[in-house]
Nanobody, 120 residues
Framework: QVQLVESGGGLVQAGGSLRLSCAASGRIFSINAMGWYRQAPGKQRELVARIVSGGSTNYADSVKGRFTVSRDNAKNTVHLQMNSLKPEDTAVYYC??????????????WGQGTLVTVSS
């Protein structure tokens, strides 16, 4: 199986920055995509940013220009650099990884979530 370990969440003032990391390990043939979702209280989980194997990225409109998603392929790790944080960014952030298993089947995995709190 695949394990995801998230880190980097915490409390920050509005305008500050945080860097989230998610490391994938286990029986992985390849990683097709890695991304971040978030869920705020009373809201649906939403896609924040993702990066596919070819390097293309996609961002929610609300974070464009402020967040940057990147990969370290050698470490099977995805990062989310969050700058100019706003109180509305407060949420639990979940790493999501789409892998191709050793049996060459797509599998989807979720991290445990890390809390980001932005104070005004």
């Amino acid at each position: 199986q695949v394990q995801l370990v998230e880190s980097g969440g915490g409390l920050v003032q509005a305008g500050g920055s945080l860097r989230l990391s998610c490391a994938a390990s286990g029986r992985i043939f390849s990683i097709n995509a890695m991304g971040w979702y978030r869920q705020a209280p009373g809201k649906q989980r939403e896609l924040v940013a993702r990066i596919v194997s070819g390097g293309s990225t996609n961002y929610a409109d609300s974070v464009k220009g402020r967040f940057t998603v990147s990969r370290d392929n050698a470490k099977n790790t995805v990062h989310l650099q969050m700058n100019s944080l706003k109180p509305e960014d407060t949420a639990v952030y979940y790493c999501n990884v789409m892998v191709q298993s050793l049996l060459h089947r797509p599998e989807n995995y979720w991290g445990q979530g890390t809390l980001v709190t932005v104070s005004s």
